[in-house]
């Protein structure tokens, strides 16, 4: 079942980036001023406080790290 928060490090893995690039962008998510874009690949993140620090809200994620975090999801089918 895909989750409904993901945390950077969790984005970082998928997207094969640094988890300090993904907090940078969540920091603009969060406005980090006006001469800064909230936007990642068109999308503006949701971003909610956690348990152990920020979490992206998963619906607001852009659609390709979306698609791969369901690919993960799904079972593996047999090739015969």
């Known amino acids: 079942m895909t989750p409904s928060r993901v945390t950077p490090a969790e984005i970082a893995e998928i997207v094969g980036c640094t988890e300090k690039h993904v907090r940078r962008m969540i920091g603009r998510a969060r406005g980090a001023g006006h001469h800064v874009s909230p936007e990642w690949f068109g999308r503006i993140m949701r971003i909610e406080d956690g348990e ?17 975090f369901v690919m993960l999801d799904q079972p593996e089918l047999p090739l015969t």
């Open 52 to 68: 152990h620090g920020p979490e992206v809200v998963f619906a607001t994620l852009p659609d390709h790290i979306r698609e791969a």
